[in-house]
């Protein structure tokens, strides 16, 4: 099952994604994949083709700021969670997307809980990775320096946060063939790392985290939480308390995942996904 490599001008952002069409289309919404920092769409190319293999259209962009989407100057764009929420609602419009599964993973994946939770008419159903959900986070230092003034504005620049952040949240070694995709865009440009210095800065993590938590108490879709347990930044025990709260909701344990869990267990992250999305309501 193939990947096409898209770019599509929404307004004066231009998005860049990823997607994966079943060979016989369904009736069932598509399925889109959102991902973290400091990574971009790549990071689900495992997960696309098993996706599209069940019948799912998957779509899966880079966030503005990140990967090979658009990265506009602040004045243009302002890196909050309210505009990254906005960008995304014109992104769906444009593809004429109303409905759809939604698959959420790392910082800024909470974007899209939040999103969901201003636009609840158009969520099937959620699947949460390893993703910002309790007031009890702490911004890692590993993330927290990418957005202050003057550290961050030289971290950013140096292609190797890539390897230090996904390695240090995973626990594993990235492939050099990954590696290479993800350092691409901070080799091609300083703006890629201006413009994750400002996402950062700008992630507003408190305010986010007591949107999230207030507004799940009410949620009654079918949610799912996938959590890699060994993530040295998210504790499980953060998961197990926000399934608590989910009137409809489960917990799937990876033992041996760390923070970016379909990294380097997308086979099992598939499983747990297909077994939800496919699953009949009751």
Not at 6 to 19: A, K, M, N, T
Not at 36 to 54: H, N, R, V
Not at 102 to 115: A, D, E, I, T
Not at 168 to 189: A, I, M, T
Request: proline residues 7%; contains cysteine; aromatic residues 12%.
């Amino acid at each position: 099952m193939s990947i096409s490599e898209q770019s599509i001008q929404v307004g004066s952002l231009q998005w860049f994604y990823r997607e994966a069409t079943p060979v016989n289309p369904s009736t069932q919404p598509p399925v889109l994949l959102l991902h973290g920092l400091p990574s971009q769409s790549y990071c689900w190319t495992m997960i696309l083709p098993d996706l599209a293999e069940k019948g799912f259209r998957a779509i899966a962009p880079d966030w503005i700021g990140a990967g090979f989407s658009a990265k506009p100057d602040r004045r243009d764009f302002a890196y909050t969670p309210d505009a990254f929420i906005n960008a995304l609602a014109a992104f769906l419009q444009h593809l004429e997307i109303d409905r759809f599964y939604l698959v959420v993973q790392g910082f800024l994946g909470s974007v899209g809980l939040q999103y969901a939770l201003r636009y609840p008419d158009q969520i099937e159903r959620i699947a949460i990775l390893n993703t910002p959900i309790s007031s009890a986070v702490q911004l890692p230092w590993r993330i927290q320096q990418l957005g202050l003034p003057f550290i961050g504005d030289m971290v950013t620049q140096d292609p190797l946060l890539v390897d230090r952040t996904l390695e240090g949240g995973s626990g594993y070694q990235v492939s050099d063939k990954d590696l290479d995709v993800y350092r691409r865009p901070f080799l091609k440009s300083s703006d890629a790392g201006r413009s994750l210095f400002k996402t950062v800065k700008n992630l507003q993590i408190k305010n986010s985290m007591a949107e999230i938590e207030s507004g799940f108490r009410n949620w009654t879709k079918p949610t799912l939480l996938v959590w890699g347990i060994k993530d040295p930044w998210l504790p499980f025990v953060q998961a197990q308390e926000f399934a608590k709260i989910l009137q409809n909701g489960e917990l799937v344990e990876l033992e041996e995942a760390g923070h970016y869990p379909q990294e380097h267990w997308s086979g099992k992250v598939s499983e747990a996904l297909l077994t939800f999305l496919r699953r009949q309501a009751l």
